[in-house]
């Protein structure tokens, strides 16, 4: 199974909370192990267990016990994930419910199809349990800070002031800072329960939400279909291959060997699950760079010279032959003919 993923919109989002709160952007940056490159556009995806590394640095540098419900409570949404912005251009809280499961993956990609928010009903009432990151309590802090900011301002808009919730359970202990959950949620709380559960009003589900622009809504849904697309891609080794090359080439030629280490198989099993979907290794690494070259030739009228440094080739030349071979002709001829 490929390593759980989450957006790297959140990571950064979660880096910069922590700067405003007087943390090192570069020394968080470090103690995660992340490479700023990475974090170059929001829908890239970023392991869960670097982001868990973050929020465990930003919680030591900032000295904020506290620092995930404050994250949560404060963060804002458009900043977290593409999801929530389709979320909110819902009809109704339910409808909103759904389309957020249907999207989850780009939330967190854990490869189980679990959906982010369950609905359970009991004796007491309808549940909405959060399946998102749910081993992590810090994120499940962060999480829940924001679905209590969020369904209150919605409430208020519609001129009601009631709270929202009428319970929150959580599965991880009762923290030190439980002054803080008390602030925040203003409900009873129950620990060390079985799920990570909001207890939400009989209206709750079927309330609507704020409208939004349909074109903006609709731009939206679509970017968010082109990305689930692109995850369903990653899923195969061929795909996750193109990912890796295309991320590191610039940095200097990957080799298959420390590919297949980042994506914990051995060189040889690489090479049988490429085989399988009818590729190989170096077929792939050359349709990155002949797509990137036209990329950087055309696109952003790059030198040969640094075009061919950038696909990690050992010399212009070796470059210039590559290219001929793509296209049947000159890198110089492709870059003045645009």
């Known amino acids: 199974m490929a390593e759980a993923t989450v957006s790297a919109g959140y990571v950064i989002a979660l880096l910069r909370f922590a700067a405003l709160k007087g943390a090192s952007e570069q020394g968080l940056l470090s103690r995660a192990a992340i490479n700023r490159e990475d974090l170059a556009e929001p829908d890239r995806r970023v392991p869960t267990s670097t982001c868990a590394a973050l929020m465990a640095a930003a919680i030591d540098e900032t000295s904020d016990a506290a620092f995930a419900l404050h994250f949560g409570e ?25 389309e957020a499961n249907r999207l989850s993956r780009l939330v967190r990609d854990e490869g189980l199809n679990l959906p ?16 998102a990151l749910a081993s992590n309590p810090y994120f499940v802090e962060a999480g829940f800070a924001w679905c209590a900011r969020e369904a209150r301002a919605m409430l208020a808009a519609q001129g009601r002031k009631t709270e929202p919730f009428k319970a929150v359970h959580f599965r991880h202990d009762e923290p030190s800072y439980r002054a803080e959950y008390d602030r925040i949620f203003r409900v009873p709380l129950v620990f060390k329960a079985n799920r990570n559960a909001l207890l939400v009003e009989d209206t709750f589900l079927s309330a609507e939400l704020p409208r939004s622009n349909p074109y903006v809504a609709r731009v939206m849904r679509e970017r968010a279909e082109l990305l689930l697309a692109k995850l369903d891609n990653i899923a195969t080794a061929r795909g996750r291959v193109v990912s890796f090359l295309t991320a590191d080439l610039q940095r200097g030629e990957v080799s298959i060997a420390e590919i297949a280490r980042r994506m914990g198989m051995s060189r040889a099993t690489l090479y049988r699950k490429l085989k399988q979907e009818g590729v190989s290794y170096e077929r792939l690494l050359d349709e990155v760079r002949r797509r990137m070259a036209l990329h950087y030739l055309t696109d952003q009228n790059a030198s040969v010279s640094k075009t061919a440094y950038l696909l990690g080739f050992s010399d212009p030349a070796a470059f210039s032959r590559a290219f001929k071979r793509w296209t049947g002709k000159s890198p110089r001829s492709a870059r003045n003919s645009d």
């Open 116 to 131: 982010l928010l369950d609905l359970a009903r009991d004796g007491e009432g309808t549940w909405l349990e959060y399946r």
């Open 74 to 98: 404060n963060v804002r949404t458009e900043d977290l994930s593409l999801v929530w912005l389709v979320v909110g251009a819902a009809r109704t809280v339910e409808e909103g419910r759904k």
